[in-house]
């Protein structure tokens, strides 16, 4: 991300600036609903430990993690602080409860793109812009930081919704598997941060769209039809 501000820089910089400024906006927004939900899915399900932390909250500052914000300027992509859950407090014991605090995050996402995509969806304003791009032209701004709203919270959905840990789909995964099978699957549950760190600087060696591409694209295509009614990719 910061990279294509740097390359518009020469060409416009106050385009540069403001698709910098929108970007991580809009990325921290996401990260903030999504990470606040899991502690009100948590709160609710009655483990009060990420509300006594300060968690349950929609100021960023408590859910942002140095490296993942870091990222978000440099890579384009971040993620929060982890949410803290006691599985042993909540109502649902078990993987169960676990699985529902997991996928308040993503859903949270989603549904807050849903919100954003009324706008757009409405024809108020001009649809034609596409997410992961530059602002063209500051009179799209107003449908640029809608379309980049909707697409980062989307994109961290389907991103939290892949089945590796540390990621919310693994937990949802071993909510849903037979007792057996989630153990087993547990077990994979160390090598999940080095797999995904892994994918992670494949993505930036090799050509080509990358893994994380080929697996996020389809989900977030999905997703964005289901939303926007279009692509956003």
Partial sequence: MLLDAIFLLERDPLLAVVTLITFTVCLVIAITVHEASHALAATTLGDHTARNQGRLSLNPKVHLDPLGAALIMFAGFGWGKPTPVNPARLRLQGPSGMAVVSLAGPVSNIVTA????????????????????????????????????????????????????PLDG????????????????????????????????????????????????????????????????
């Fill in 114 to 165: 849903i919100v954003f995509a009324v706008p757009l969806r409405a024809g108020v304003v001009d649809t034609r812009v596409l997410g992961f791009s530059s602002l063209g032209d500051l009179t799209h701004l107003p449908a640029y930081v809608l379309v980049s709203l909707v697409f980062w919270n989307l994109l961290l959905a389907a991103f939290n919704l892949l089945p590796i840990a």
């Fill in 170 to 233: 693994f937990k949802f995964l071993l909510g849903i598997l037979p007792p057996g099978a989630a153990r087993n699957v547990a077990q994979l549950e160390q090598y999940g941060p080095g797999i995904l760190v892994l994918i992670i600087m494949l993505d930036y060696m090799l050509p080509g769209p990358g893994i994380l591409a080929s697996l996020l694209g389809p989900v977030l295509n999905v997703l964005s039809f289901a939303v926007l009614g279009r692509d956003l990719l």
